[in-house]
């Protein structure tokens, strides 16, 4: 008979071991925020992940977007903000569909 502890043990000598793409799945996705002020994209942040967050922040009096044709359209109304979840990897030039010379760029990492 094997003892609860001794499977409790392999256990977690098991998971402690998890490294490359399964431990990377396991971890959670990070917060990162781009602000939309003065009529232009503030700073976007280095790091950013598949499966991070990007929250879009509106402070300006009129409506923005965060868009890129075909891959994702974030609607953002004047003083709030929106969500949105990195979904794949690659370069992605952002504009405002309101305001095309609104433009900025990231990189999302698998």
Do not use: K
Not at 73 to 101: L, W
Request: one cysteine or more; aromatic letters at 8%.
């Amino acid at each position: 008979m094997i003892s609860r502890t001794w499977v409790a043990a392999a256990a977690a000598a098991s998971a402690s071991l998890m490294v490359g793409p399964a431990a990377e799945a396991a971890a959670e996705p990070r917060v990162h925020t781009i602000v939309m002020t003065t009529m232009r994209f503030g700073p976007v942040p280095a790091g950013i992940r598949t499966g991070d967050i990007i929250v879009w922040v509106n402070r300006d009096m009129v409506p923005h977007t965060a868009t890129v044709s075909g891959i994702f359209d974030v609607d953002v109304p004047a003083r709030q903000s929106r969500r949105m979840r990195v979904t794949r990897a690659g370069s992605f030039a952002f504009y405002c569909r309101y305001h095309p010379t609104m433009r900025s760029s990231f990189s999302a990492t698998r």
